[in-house]
C-alpha cells in the first residue's frame, strides 16, 4: 500500500522521486480453497433452489470465473446468447462503475447450463443481469448473501472468491493449458495461473505418457541388423 501510495504522489507530481525502496516480503505461496466436483454440484443444486439470482452468481462464478464486481456490473448486453458468449468489460465497487481488475476485456463462451439459466432468467426489469425486485442493481452485500444461503443449502464453505478459485481448479484437474486458463480468468501474470496446475493429475498423466511412445531413435541392435552400421572385433 506504501509503494502504491508513494508511486501515485510522484505520478501526480506530489513528489519529485520515490524517496526509498519498498521491497515485498517473500511469503510462502498459499493454496486457494475450491469446491470439487461433486461440492460444486451441491452448491448449484442449492443455489437453484434458493432463486434466480443465486442460481446465476452460482454459475458466472464457477463457470465463468466473474469476480463479485464484475458480476454486479454485467450487463445484458454484454450477454450474447446467439453465439453462446459473455463479454466482460467492467466492474463494480462500492457504487462506481469501472474498469477490470486487469484493465482488460475478456470474452468468455458459455458453458451449456450457464446460457440455458441467462436464457431462462432473462429479466428486462433492469439493464444489470444482476437485479432486485424492483429492477434495482445488486450490491456486494446481496450477492455474497446469496452465496452463503446457497452454501448453507449444500453444506459447502461459503464465499463469492471460492467460486473463481473454483472455476480455474475445475479446469486446471480437466487439463486445460495454463495460457489458457489465464486468459480466461484474465490473470496479469501467469505464475497466477500457474498456481493451479499442481491440481492437474491429467496435464501429468499426459505428460509421463510422453515417455511411453514408440521411440525414433534407432538402437545399437537395429542398426546391426540394417547394416548402417559394421560389427567389429
Given at each position: 500500500?506504501?509503494?502504491?501510495?508513494?508511486?501515485?504522489?510522484?505520478?501526480?507530481?506530489?513528489?519529485?522521486?520515490?524517496?526509498?525502496?519498498?521491497?515485498?516480503?517473500?511469503?510462502?505461496?498459499?493454496?486457494?480453497?475450491?469446491?470439487?466436483?461433486?461440492?460444486?454440484?451441491?452448491?448449484?443444486?442449492?443455489?437453484?433452489?434458493?432463486?434466480?439470482?443465486?442460481?446465476?452468481?452460482?454459475?458466472?462464478?464457477?463457470?465463468?470465473?466473474?469476480?463479485?464486481?464484475?458480476?454486479?456490473?454485467?450487463?445484458?448486453?454484454?450477454?450474447?446468447?446467439?453465439?453462446?458468449?459473455?463479454?466482460?468489460?467492467?466492474?463494480?465497487?462500492?457504487?462506481?462503475?469501472?474498469a477490470t481488475k486487469g484493465g482488460r476485456v475478456r470474452?468468455?463462451?458459455?458453458?451449456?447450463?450457464?446460457?440455458?439459466?441467462?436464457?431462462?432468467?432473462?429479466?428486462?426489469?433492469?439493464?444489470?443481469?444482476?437485479?432486485?425486485?424492483?429492477?434495482?442493481?445488486?450490491?456486494?452485500?446481496?450477492?455474497?448473501?446469496?452465496?452463503?444461503?446457497?452454501?448453507?443449502?449444500?453444506?459447502?464453505?461459503?464465499?463469492?472468491?471460492?467460486?473463481?478459485?473454483?472455476?480455474?481448479?475445475?479446469?486446471?484437474?480437466?487439463?486445460?493449458?495454463?495460457?489458457?486458463?489465464?486468459?480466461?480468468?484474465?490473470?496479469?501474470?501467469?505464475?497466477?495461473?500457474?498456481?493451479?496446475?499442481?491440481?492437474?493429475?491429467?496435464?501429468?498423466?499426459?505428460?509421463?505418457?510422453?515417455l511411453d511412445q514408440p521411440r525414433n531413435v534407432p538402437?545399437l541392435g537395429d542398426m546391426l541388423e540394417t547394416g548402417?552400421?559394421?560389427?567389429?572385433?
Amino acid at each position: 500500500m506504501l509503494k502504491t501510495l508513494l508511486t501515485a504522489a510522484v505520478d501526480w507530481d506530489v513528489l519529485d522521486q520515490m524517496p526509498c525502496v519498498v521491497r515485498l516480503l517473500e511469503v510462502p505461496r498459499t493454496c486457494a480453497s475450491f469446491h470439487d466436483f461433486a461440492a460444486y454440484e451441491w452448491l448449484v443444486d442449492g443455489a437453484r433452489a434458493v432463486g434466480p439470482n443465486a442460481h446465476l452468481v452460482v454459475l458466472l462464478g464457477g463457470e465463468a470465473g466473474l469476480r463479485c464486481g464484475e458480476m454486479m456490473a454485467l450487463e445484458w448486453t454484454d450477454v450474447d446468447l446467439r453465439t453462446g458468449q459473455v463479454s466482460v468489460e467492467r466492474s463494480e465497487w462500492k457504487g462506481h462503475v469501472t474498469a477490470t481488475k486487469g484493465g482488460r476485456v475478456r470474452h468468455i463462451p458459455l458453458t451449456n447450463r450457464l446460457q440455458e439459466a441467462l436464457q431462462l432468467y432473462r429479466d428486462v426489469r433492469g439493464q444489470r443481469v444482476l437485479v432486485g425486485r424492483r429492477g434495482q442493481p445488486l450490491t456486494q452485500k446481496m450477492v455474497q448473501g446469496l452465496v452463503k444461503r446457497s452454501a448453507r443449502r449444500a453444506g459447502v464453505p461459503h464465499g463469492v472468491h471460492i467460486l473463481r478459485h473454483t472455476f480455474c481448479s475445475h479446469l486446471a484437474m480437466r487439463g486445460a493449458p495454463a495460457c489458457a486458463i489465464q486468459e480466461l480468468a484474465g490473470h496479469q501474470n501467469l505464475s497466477t495461473t500457474q498456481g493451479y496446475m499442481h491440481l492437474s493429475p491429467a496435464v501429468l498423466e499426459r505428460s509421463i505418457r510422453l515417455l511411453d511412445q514408440p521411440r525414433n531413435v534407432p538402437t545399437l541392435g537395429d542398426m546391426l541388423e540394417t547394416g548402417e552400421v559394421e560389427k567389429t572385433n
